[in-house]
C-alpha cells in the first residue's frame, strides 16, 4: 500500500482519502453531496457541459459549499485558469501539468504508461480507473481489484481509486483514497 500519505509540501493540507468528481449527472445534487462529505474532503470540478461564464458561475457557487466544509477544491482545466479561479489544484492529463509547485496537480491514469509519466510530471496524486465498470465508460474494461493494486503499488505518487467506486466497492477493494461521480452522489 501507498506509503506517503500526505502531499510533498508540508505547508499543505494532507491529501484527502475521499473524493467526489463534478459531472452533468449529478449536478443537481452536487450541494448536498458536498456537505455529506466527512470535513476535508476533496471535490474535482469538471462540469464539462458546461461553457464559458455559466460554467465559471457554477464553480463559483460550489468553491463556495465545498470550502464550508473545509474541502480542497480542485479545477479540471488549465492550470492557467485554476490559479486564475483560486483552485487548490489542477485535474488532468499528465502533459498539461503546471511546473508552480503552488498548486497540487492531480493526474488521471489508465495504464502503466500514464502512471510512470504522471509520476515523471511531478504528480501530487493519481487517480487510476477504472478499477470497477462504471458508467463515465462503460466501454472500458475495468482493472478489477487485483491489477489496480498491482499498479498501483508501483507508482511514486499516492493513488486515488477511480471508476465504478462507492463505499461498498471501496471497502471491498480496502484502498485508503478513492474518488467518485455517482457512488458520492
Given amino acids: 500500500m501507498q506509503q506517503d ?6 505547508d499543505r493540507k494532507a491529501l484527502p482519502d475521499l473524493w467526489l468528481l463534478s459531472d452533468a449527472r449529478n449536478d443537481a445534487v452536487l450541494e448536498d453531496a458536498l456537505a ?3 470535513r476535508g474532503s476533496g471535490f474535482i470540478y469538471r462540469h464539462y457541459h458546461l461553457g464559458g461564464p455559466e460554467r465559471r458561475k ?3 457557487a460550489l468553491a463556495e459549499v465545498a470550502r464550508k466544509h473545509s474541502h480542497l477544491v480542485i479545477l479540471s482545466d488549465s492550470p492557467v485558469k485554476a490559479k486564475q479561479w483560486k483552485a487548490d489544484g489542477v485535474y488532468g492529463a499528465s502533459q498539461r501539468m503546471p511546473t508552480d509547485d503552488r498548486l497540487l496537480k492531480l493526474i488521471a491514469a489508465h495504464d502503466w504508461k500514464e502512471i510512470v509519466a504522471a509520476d515523471r510530471a511531478g504528480a501530487d496524486a493519481i487517480l487510476l480507473s477504472p478499477v470497477f465498470a462504471t458508467r463515465s465508460h462503460a466501454e472500458a474494461k475495468p482493472l ?3 491489477r489496480f493494486r498491482m499498479l498501483a503499488n508501483k507508482a511514486k505518487a499516492p493513488i486515488i481509486a477511480l471508476g465504478g467506486m462507492t463505499r461498498q466497492n471501496a471497502q471491498r477493494l480496502n484502498w485508503p483514497r478513492w474518488a467518485a461521480i ?4
Wanted: glycine share 10%; with cysteine.
Fill in 58 to 60: 457554477r464553480y463559483a
Fill in 5 to 10: 500519505q500526505t502531499c510533498p509540501d508540508p
Fill in 182 to 185: 455517482d457512488g458520492l452522489s
Fill in 144 to 146: 478489477g481489484s487485483l
Fill in 36 to 38: 455529506k462529505l466527512p
